[in-house]
């Protein structure tokens, strides 16, 4: 098993790995939706939002540096927003042309992509803290702790348990194919035959991995089987939640109701 | 390391994109779905079916990985949704694209929780019906010959990576997050380019199913999914093509139409017009709100750094 690296969770005995992972996972949900909520330009509110997050992560001891390095991972996307700059309608900014046309951007379509910015970069560092703090299966639990189906939980719960052993076949593949098509390290060169050649060769990888899954997944229900599983899924029945988690969730999710009446109130 | 080849860009949509009206009603829609999904799918495979489901969706997010070089640094990847339709059956590919979508967005943060439901609708739903309708006519058309399993194979994929990319962005200008002249036409461009990549591997992955285990391709379709899904591929098709188009002539983003329908001021401003030109007892303005909001945060944070520090020097002299 090469990839356990893949495996997002960090062990711990920090405050936050202690709490339940289903008032973790509404709390995440809850700050999550906050940051959605608010309006455009909110920066009060944001700059608030920023430190609970931050507080979290020093209170997760996992290193404020190793969630913004891993935050990094989503930003591509605030590609997408770039445009607001010079369509959304407003005060005047600067204008430049290219070719034939030109562009104008305004300071409201600056803001507004800052914002989508900011708001998309707290919730996934607020996720990222979800996901390395909290042990698959405990994960598992909150899944079935917020009504989600015990059916579709054991399925993912399956899923987890052989995406090690079918990522590991994946890369034994990818490197049977390094070895045979003669990749070169020198830049421009194209090896290995032409672009519909390489898919083909990939797609034949792909239906080489599924196959595989197949049969595995025949194997895996015939050992099942003959350990008397009847496609009943049983699981112990969910703890208690602690009074005091309960009354801490209580609490956060009245001060994220707080930031939104208070950023309604500034900025609307 | 090991994230970056997980996923094509620009299609796991991240949390704060997409507005809460949106993800909420996708929310809704995927939850509907794949709840019908499961049950259908428990009556096809009774107690095989978490083994199964399980193993085949670790297989799709495995086979993500897989991917191949096409000129100046980018490469073709495979997205699943199309093979896993073709060969499960629409169903059983809904529930396994849904389980791994949702394990991409909630411990590697390839998409987020609450755009969740939005990213299984795209990729999982969206392209799985648009996939099977295709597939499914092509079949039909060609009389289920040979040849119709590569041709279908190949449209189908494509159209269903095309129609996938085409709603996000129709998604996100609905939320005012981009601009709907710019997103649709560069989302549409890049992936019909990109379905060509997942097109090619599909029947790649066809092919050789089809000479090592040819009873595999049986297995979609030995359950004819009914029209009802037929149905909604076509309509999800025929509703993308009309739209997207007709969405990009507004410069200004969707926001444009829902001004003039009068929907987005009932959803958006209303609420934050209770209390019009209320000034915040105390604090002038904004800007000085950000400011107190500042010095309110670097005390929280400084606050919890102090009582962590202070926590674990306690710590340390009680294990010495």
Known sequence: MHVHFLDPFHNGTSLIHRLDPRVKLVFTLAYIVTASLLPFGAWAAYVLLLAIVLSVELASELGIGYVLRRALLATPFVLAAVPLIFTVPGTLLFTFSLGAWTFTASLEGVERLLSIAFKSWVSVQMAIVLAATTSFPNLLMAMRGIGIPRLLVAIVGLMWRYIFVLVDQALRLLRARAARSGATPEMGRRVGGSIVWRAQTTGGMAGNLLMRGFERGDRIYAAMAARGYDGEVRAFPLPQVPLTQWFGLGAAIFLFALILLFSILIVG | ?320
């Open chain 2, 1 to 320: 390391m090991l994230s970056a080849p997980l996923s094509p860009p620009l299609m796991h949509i991240p949390d704060g994109f997409l507005s809460i009206l949106v993800s909420v009603v996708l929310w809704i829609a995927t939850i509907g779905i794949v709840a019908v999904s499961l049950q259908r799918v428990n009556r096809d495979l009774g107690e095989r079916q978490v083994p199964l489901m399980g193993v085949l969706a670790a297989a799709i997010f495995a086979g993500q990985m897989l991917n191949f070089p096409v000129a100046g640094g980018t490469s073709g990847h495979l997205l699943g949704a199309a093979l896993a339709t073709i060969l499960l059956g629409p169903y059983a590919a809904v529930l396994v694209m849904a389980c791994v979508i949702g394990v991409q967005g909630l411990l590697f943060q390839d998409g987020g929780l609450l755009a969740m439901g939005a990213n299984i609708f795209n990729m999982g739903i969206v392209g799985v019906v648009v996939t099977h309708f295709l597939y499914r006519t092509l079949r039909n058309l060609g009389s289920g010959k040979r040849w119709t399993i590569f041709v279908g194979g190949f449209a189908s994929a494509w159209l269903g990576v095309v129609t996938a990319s085409l709603i996000t962005a129709l998604e996100l200008a609905i939320s005012g997050t981009t601009a709907a002249n710019i997103a649709i036409p560069a989302m549409g461009g890049v992936h019909v380019l990109i379905g060509f990549g997942e097109a090619l591997i599909t029947v790649g992955a066809l092919a050789f199913l089809y000479f090592t285990r040819p009873d595999l391709l049986k297995i979609g379709e030995a359950k004819p999914a009914g029209r009802a899904v037929w149905l909604a591929g076509l309509v999800i098709a025929l509703a993308i093509a009309v739209a997207s188009p007709l969405a990009s002539s507004f410069p200004d983003g969707l926001e444009w139409v829902a001004e003039q329908q009068g929907f987005l001021n009932n959803a958006h401003n209303a609420p934050y017009q209770i209390i019009p030109d209320y000034v915040f007892p105390g604090i002038g303005n904004a800007a000085l709100a950000t400011i107190v909001a500042g010095v309110i945060g670097t005390l929280v944070v400084g606050g919890v750094a102090f009582a962590l520090a202070y926590a674990r020097r306690n710590r340390s002299v009680v294990s010495n």
